[in-house]
């Protein structure tokens, strides 16, 4: 079977999906820019059990400058999870590195690659904007609401202008929230969960009443697996479990048994309201079917957060 090259590969839905591909016996190879944002040990971390395969070869490089054919060689899949992530800070100064990173290193990626490779590019349901009241399929409108967002539609469309002219089997999944051991720090479950462990007040950005259709991470890496082998196509990657921002607090302090004061401030400019998949393409083309409930959930990402705090206590 060919290799297989992720990038993004340390950050947070990659290092599982490396994980989860070696774990299948694949010959993997993980391209990552180590990018400012969060440390670089916590994504040193969290390769450290791939680093110990012999069939995992760690690159480190940056799409935007990286000479691509030296690694391409032998690689017949791509699974393209580099992005600069992120809806809050994507506003204002910091567009042209959402520009960079999401749009210019996909279409980097895209040149590089040869004709009949599977490439499937990790987008985002923040494509959509909010939900109108019922689920949404990949036919529904595209209504961006930040510039993340937007830069993420852009590389779809780049995925769909090189399968149309230049034969690169391109599929697109739509992530909803992902979470799960080694969610990126900023994200919502994560702060509350490190918040609660520290015994601090938690912070919620708007009235806690935003809803979100919440995927864990093993479901979200099946569906990336299924994908590799599937015919190209745009799908929907839900969790098929909705919970609001105060649900999820309220699962924090059941699963971790902490009290903590919560405090509300203002909404963050391009949080949307709510997000609802329909994932029904995705199960019927890619047999997929979310298996971990929010709870569950709550407590593996509990329970790595834990353990992360003791690694390299704040
Ligand atoms: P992450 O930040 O943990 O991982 C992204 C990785 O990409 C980082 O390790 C970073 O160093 C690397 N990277 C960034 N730019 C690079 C470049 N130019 N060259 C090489 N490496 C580069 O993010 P994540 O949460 O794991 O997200 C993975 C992908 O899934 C992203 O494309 C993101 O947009 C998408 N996504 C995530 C979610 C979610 O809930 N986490 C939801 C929808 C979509």
Redesign the pocket.
């Known amino acids: 079977m060919s290799r297989v090259l992720v990038?993004?590969?340390?950050?947070?839905?990659?290092s599982h999906l490396v994980d989860r591909l070696l774990a299948e016996g694949r010959e993997v190879i993980g391209?990552?820019?180590?990018?400012g944002?969060?440390s670089r040990r916590t994504?040193e971390r969290n390769l450290e059990s791939a680093l110990r395969s012999g069939r995992f070869r760690l690159v480190e490089?940056?799409?935007?400058d990286?000479d691509l054919d030296g690694i391409l060689d032998g690689v017949g899949q791509v699974a393209h999870?580099?992005?600069?992530?992120g809806v809050r800070r994507s506003w204002g100064r910091n567009f042209p590195r959402y520009v960079a990173?999401?749009v210019v290193?996909t279409e980097r990626l895209l040149e590089a690659v040869g004709e009949g490779t599977k490439l499937v590019y990790?987008?985002?349901?923040?494509v959509y904007g909010s939900d109108p009241g019922h689920p949404v399929d990949e036919g529904h409108g595209r209504f961006p609401a930040s510039p993340y967002a937007l830069s993420?539609l852009a590389a779809e469309e780049l995925v769909g202008l090189y399968g149309r002219e230049r034969g690169v089997q391109g599929t697109v999944l739509r992530?909803?929230?992902?979470?799960g051991p080694r969610?990126?720090p900023e994200?919502a479950l994560s702060r509350f969960l490190f918040s609660a462990l520290r015994g601090r007040p938690v912070d919620v950005f708007g009235d806690g009443g935003q809803l979100r259709d919440m995927t864990f991470v093993s479901d979200a890496v099946e569906a990336t697996v299924a994908a590799l082998g599937a015919p190209v196509g745009v799908y929907n990657v839900g969790g098929g479990t909705r919970a609001s921002v105060d649900d999820m607090i309220q699962t924090v302090r059941k699963v971790t048994g902490a009290s903590f004061e919560v405090r509300y401030g203002p909404e963050a400019e391009g949080d949307v309201r709510s997000t609802w998949a329909d994932s029904g393409r995705a199960e019927r083309v890619l047999g997929y079917k979310p298996r971990v409930g929010l709870e569950e959930g709550v407590a593996a990402q509990a329970e790595w957060a834990a353990r992360a705090l003791v690694a390299a206590p704040a």
């Open positions: 990038t993004g590969a340390a950050g947070f839905i990659g391209l990552d820019a180590f990018t944002y969060y994504k490089g940056d799409l935007l990286f999870l580099a992005a600069e992530p990173r999401n290193a990790a987008s985002s349901s923040s993420k992530y909803f929230t992902v979470y969610q990126r994200m």
